[in-house]
Structure formats: structure tokens, C-alpha cells
């Protein structure tokens, strides 16, 4: 595949993946939580939810059979890919660093605490 025919291919699935997220994250949190599915399990809740796309995928190339017809090989990994979304969301909000993970990820402009930058003119703001 030539690049730019990958590079098409991407944004058709990019804007796969953005439609269905917008339908189905309606149907799974309300507005204000965009993640409140996730909140009881968290992070190992999106990774098995991740990894059963994965063997649905293994198993689809591997068999060559599809037996739920209403969704497709291109559904799975744009599910797939949506999840990915998800978790890097998740990860953003709940500020997923731990102690164990810390100094591999801290870096990371998903986990790395940002400092508010200072206006000028305004009192009592946070020192860089």
C-alpha cells in the first residue's frame, strides 16, 4: 500500500471510529462522564474489553469465518482502536501514575503533571 492510500485508508477509519464512539458512548455514561462505565473496574475493565477485540480479530483472520454478522472485521478494529481512546482518557483523568509505574511513564504528556502557566498581572498564582 502507497502512502498515501494508507493515509487515506486512516482518516475513513478515524472517522468511523469518531462516529461510533459518539453513539455508543451515549448509550453507556451520561454526558457529564464521558468514562463513568469505567470507574468501578477502571483500567483492567478497558483491558479486557480490549483484549476480547483482540481475539475476535485473531480468530476472524486465523478461522476467516465471522459469526456475528452485524459487526464487521473493519467494527472490531475500529472498536478496537476506540478502547485505546479510552483508556489513554482514563488515563489522563484519573492520573493513572502509581509507584510501581511511576518512573517509566512520568514523562508521559498523558500522566505528566502540567504547571499552570502565570498570567501576568494576576495575584496568588501557583510558582512554575
Known sequence: MRQKDYYKL?????KKEEE????????YSPQSDALSNFRKYGEVQLLSRMYEKF????????????NVS??????TICDLSNYCHLLAAYVKDTKLVTSKNKSKI???PLVKKRTPKRVRGVKNQPRN
Not at 486512516?10 to 478515524?14: A, Q, T
Not at 452485524?70 to 467494527?75: I, K, L, T
Open 55 to 66: 481475539l475476535r480479530l485473531e480468530n476472524i483472520i486465523n478461522t476467516g469465518k465471522i
Open 106 to 108: 512520568k514523562n508521559d
Open 20 to 27: 461510533i464512539t459518539y453513539k455508543k458512548n451515549g448509550d
Open 10 to 14: 486512516l482518516k475513513e477509519m478515524h
Open 70 to 75: 452485524e459487526e464487521s472485521f473493519s467494527d
